[in-house]
């Protein structure tokens, strides 16, 4: 299993975060998405630009202070969980995800692209909540 985190600073209030990252239905403000379906009140799908398709099963959440969920597509199994810690006027974040590939091949290749998926996540965050999306 690879693991991976990232851990940020956000000048917003933590329940502005919390709010954005918790909100499945508004993926507006999300490059990597084209759409998400909620399946039902603990399950839910993403489904990336190209229509690729990851569906999560949340296993925890305690508002404004953790959200975790199991998530799995055709290439990996896994799980994700997200610390929100409030600071002054802003948030700190720390996301980690651990992967399985399922297919040998792509298994290499699984940290650089966790990476490169929380960098563009918490790019995108920073975007909506520090930005004119406010």
């Known amino acids: 299993m690879t693991t991976s985190?990232?851990?940020a600073k956000i000048d917003c209030p933590i329940e502005r975060v919390w709010a954005v990252v918790t909100a499945v239905d508004d993926?507006?403000?999300?490059?990597?998405l084209s759409g998400t379906e909620i399946l039902d009140e603990?399950?839910?799908v993403e489904y990336a630009k190209g229509g690729f398709?990851?569906?999560?099963?949340?296993?925890a959440m305690e508002t404004?202070?953790?959200?975790?969920?199991?998530?799995?597509?055709a290439n990996m199994t896994g799980h994700w969980s997200g610390v929100?810690?409030?600071?002054?006027?802003?948030?700190?974040?720390?996301f980690t995800e651990c992967v399985e590939a399922k297919r040998l091949?792509?298994?290499?290749?699984?940290k650089a692209y966790l990476k490169k998926?929380?960098?563009?996540?918490?790019?995108?965050?920073r975007r909506r909540c520090e930005g004119a999306g406010r």
Do not use: H, K
């Not at 993926?27 to 990597?32: L, Q, T």
């Not at 398709?53 to 296993?59: E, K, L, P, R």
């Open 5 to 7: 985190s990232i851990r």
């Open 27 to 32: 993926y507006s403000w999300r490059s990597d």
């Open 42 to 44: 603990r399950r839910f």
């Open 53 to 59: 398709a990851t569906t999560f099963t949340v296993t």
């Open 64 to 73: 404004c202070r953790r959200w975790e969920f199991d998530m799995e597509n």
């Open 84 to 94: 929100f810690t409030a600071g002054d006027s802003a948030t700190e974040i720390e």
């Open 105 to 110: 091949l792509m298994r290499p290749f699984v």
């Open 117 to 125: 998926q929380q960098a563009r996540f918490v790019a995108d965050l």
